[in-house]
């Protein structure tokens, strides 16, 4: 029986015991009792209007997140990217300093109590801000039949990775919904024991371009190539790249994949979504400028962002558990973090990295990679873009970025503007 048919029923009794004697009553709430399956002295409370049938208010502690705390969770989850929950608690003691400095300080109890948040409340909280993420692209890797045979496969990393340097490396085109013509390439690199991980851009994937790449990353990354892992694709597997590695006095392990067996590199796999795509998107880029402010933007402002300010968990079991599987992962911390940890790290690499961790603010370098994604999308509206057959099929974040420069401001985000809902472009 409905809510409301329950309350017509008891009316209907009520009007019945009006003139009723002792007995009638009676048999009235035996009635009750067994149509409606209540005791008899909540019956006699119900007849007499002492209690409502509305629901019971749940007992329990009183919530203790209220807007203050919803504003600056999410104006930090937006300005880390949107992660999740795990990656968000583990964020919070990097990046309210910041926020203070940016925003004013919080009041201690307010503090406090973001400190001492759980993971399941920051999803609660950030729920209605959550936004869906954009679509795949196809692959664009062709593979590469030079050397092919003497690249040995490595199936995964074993025993050997407990130490920085350990490198799976992968291509993404930012090709839109078109692969013919010349168009701008990131290559990801990811090291495997500490997830420290490196983008670059260049414009398309020859070997001397990817070369020259690997080159600047070899210079500016903090710890030595111990090894090299690719796919099969040959912007990797030809002579320059097989010399430069197997050619030194101290060889780089140089491998690869199996073809067409991505999750033999999972790691970059994984990076090349949230490194690239969730930045770019699927805009198409095919000019040689913006593979210049594409490279500017990894290098000066997004490499160190990601490296120094966002936590990564890193998987270490996975089991099965009757028709699901259950993945535990470790304590999330940040690439530097894990790289701290390693103990691999001479005392003047530690200093240098420390001191320039130092330097470094989230929020500015986040004002900085938006500010570079709002030149990179002006420099894309002056280019003529080539005509497709479905222009809408992937997202483009760089034309929302050209739509919305003019509008937005530098720094962080205020709280006006916070009430907004985040664009569609990201969803870190």
């Known amino acids: 029986m409905s809510q409301i048919g329950r309350t017509e029923y008891l009316q209907q009794m009520r009007e019945r015991t009006a003139g009723r004697g002792r007995k009638g009553r009676g048999e009235i709430l035996n009635g009750i009792y067994e149509t409606l399956g209540l005791s008899r002295k909540h019956a006699i409370k119900l007849m ?33 990217n949107q992660p999740c929950g795990k990656l968000l608690r583990a964020s919070l003691r990097l990046w309210l300093p910041f926020y203070e400095k940016h925003d004013g300080g919080l009041e201690e109890s307010l503090r406090r ?46 025993e050997e990775v407990h130490a920085p340097g350990w490198l799976e490396a992968d291509t993404v085109a930012h090709c839109g919904d078109h692969g013919g013509g010349d168009y701008v390439w990131s290559i990801t690199f990811t090291d495997i024991h500490t997830q420290w991980t490196e983008a670059r851009a260049c414009f398309n994937r020859g ?23 690719s796919d099969n694709g040959g912007e ?11 050619g030194r006095k101290r060889p780089v392990s140089f491998t690869r994949s ?6 033999d590199n999972a790691h970059v796999e994984q990076k090349n ?12 880029l095919e000019h040689p400028e913006q593979a210049r402010l594409l490279n500017e933007l990894y ?35 940040t690439p530097f973090e894990r790289l701290k940890a390693s103990n691999k790290l001479d005392h003047e690499q530690l200093r240098r990295l420390e ?23 002006r420099l894309s509206s002056r280019f003529p873009k080539r005509a497709t057959s479905s222009p809408s099929a992937f997202p483009t974040p760089l034309a929302l970025w050209a739509s919305a420069s003019a509008g937005l401001p530098e720094g962080p985000p205020s709280a006006e503007a916070q009430s907004a809902p985040p664009p569609r472009c990201h969803q870190l």
């Open 113 to 158: 109590r973001i400190e001492r948040i759980s993971a399941a409340s920051i999803d609660r909280l950030l729920r209605p801000c959550r936004v869906a993420a954009g679509k795949r692209a196809r692959l664009g890797t062709r593979p590469g039949t030079l050397l092919r045979t003497q690249i040995p496969v490595r199936l995964t990393f074993g």
């Open 258 to 263: 199996r073809p067409h067996k991505k999750n």
């Open 355 to 377: 001191k320039l961790r130092s330097q470094l603010d989230p929020f500015t370098l986040k004002a900085q990679i938006e500010e570079r994604l709002r030149r990179l999308a």
């Open 207 to 229: 070997q001397a371009a990817v070369l020259e790449r690997v080159k600047e990353l070899e210079r500016e990354l903090p710890f030595p190539i111990l090894g090299f892992d």
């Open 236 to 246: 990797f597997l030809n002579h320059h790249l097989a010399t430069y590695f197997l």
């Open 299 to 333: 290098r000066h402002a997004w490499n160190p962002w990601r490296n120094f300010f966002c936590p990564v968990m890193k998987l270490q079991s996975k089991t099965r558990e009757g028709a699901r599987w259950v993945r535990r992962y470790d304590p999330p911390q």
């Open 273 to 284: 979504w949230s490194h690239v795509r969730q930045l770019v998107g699927y805009a198409r």
């Open 48 to 80: 007499n209007g002492q209690v409502g049938l509305g629901k019971r208010r749940r007992g329990g502690p009183r919530r203790q997140y209220g807007e203050a705390k919803r504003r600056v969770l999410k104006q930090i989850w937006l300005g880390a």
